[in-house]
């Protein structure tokens, strides 16, 4: 298991920028394939962006790609998320997770392909 905290949230204009990071405990961080969801009120979790236990390989849902960049830092046992060109429809709670088994795939978006989670990070988008 990999213990997840989520920071970086808050409220933003439209068209800023936010970094979302999440830090592990655990000397398995490096083990795991680590993605992003988030949340809107009355809509289900949905996936963000994902990359691999090595950083080699990342994948982004089609709504972000070209706006959020993921990336990690082993040695730091942290995954970051960097928002640029927010809209307001980018406004939920961002959750971090680590995949459900070691070196498992980084082209997962299920919600049940990870099996450990933050406990999210709220970010507000105003226009």
């Known amino acids: 298991q990999v213990q997840l905290v989520e920071s970086g949230g808050g409220l933003v204009q439209a068209g800023g920028s936010l970094r979302l990071s999440c830090a592990a405990s655990?000397?398995?961080?490096?083990?795991?394939?680590m993605g992003w969801f988030r949340q809107a009120p009355g809509k289900e979790r949905e996936f963000v962006a994902a990359?691999?236990?090595?950083?080699?390989?990342?994948y982004y849902a089609d709504s972000v790609k070209g706006r959020f960049t993921v990336s990690r830092d082993n040695a730091k046992n942290t995954l970051y998320l960097q928002m640029s060109s927010l809209k307001p429809e980018d406004t939920a709670v961002y959750y971090c997770?680590?995949?459900?088994?070691?070196?498992?795939?980084?082209?997962?978006?299920?919600?049940?392909?990870?099996?450990?989670w933050g406990q999210g990070t709220q970010v507000t988008v105003s226009t």
């Open positions: 655990g000397r398995t961080f490096s083990r795991y394939a």
């Open positions: 990359i691999s236990w090595s950083g080699s390989v990342t």
């Open positions: 997770a680590a995949g459900s088994t070691i070196y498992s795939s980084a082209y997962n978006k299920r919600p049940e392909d990870y099996g450990s």
